[in-house]
């Protein structure tokens, strides 16, 4: 085989090796895509499974509650320890932010906003991803979560 013909057979299997990544990545956009509305729904159904369950178990977090409202979800009490966790859905992803605030006087503690992508697992399906790692609804409802019930 000569120098032409190798080259020739790299730049195809480059060129096919790009175009099945290039397939690969769209199919994982779509699914993410496709998969939203069901990731927000099952992350807003575990958060107020979650807040449910531990606010008639803990006493002090009884006045816990968790609204959602369209595109928002908030889980928050009406006596101290104040808590507030955010969370908005984007087109994108969701984007959170958390306040605790232990005494009347005491100094409010807030985190900065971070946000979670849509995104789709190694199987294609629909996760959301911090970055770093590819989360289902329930352990983002638990990660969201934990800062809030450590307070208790």
Known sequence: MSLAERRANQIDESLAKQTL???WILEGKAA???????LWDALADAIREEVEVFSSRVQRAA???AQLSGNSLSVQTTIFPL???????????????????????????????SVYRFAA???????????DAELSPQ?????LLEPIFDIF
Not at 86 to 100: F, K, P, Q, S
Not at 139 to 143: D, H, T
């Open 21 to 23: 990544e290039r397939q």
């Open 32 to 38: 993410s895509r496709a998969g939203a509305p069901l």
């Open 63 to 65: 006045t816990m509650s």
């Open 83 to 113: 808590v507030q966790l955010h969370i908005n859905r984007l087109e994108l992803g969701v984007n959170t932010r958390w306040m605790i605030q232990k005494y009347s006087l005491g100094t409010a503690k807030e985190s900065k906003w």
């Open 121 to 131: 697992d190694c199987n294609r399906e629909p996760c959301f991803s911090d970055g």
């Open 139 to 143: 352990s983002l409802a638990e990660k």
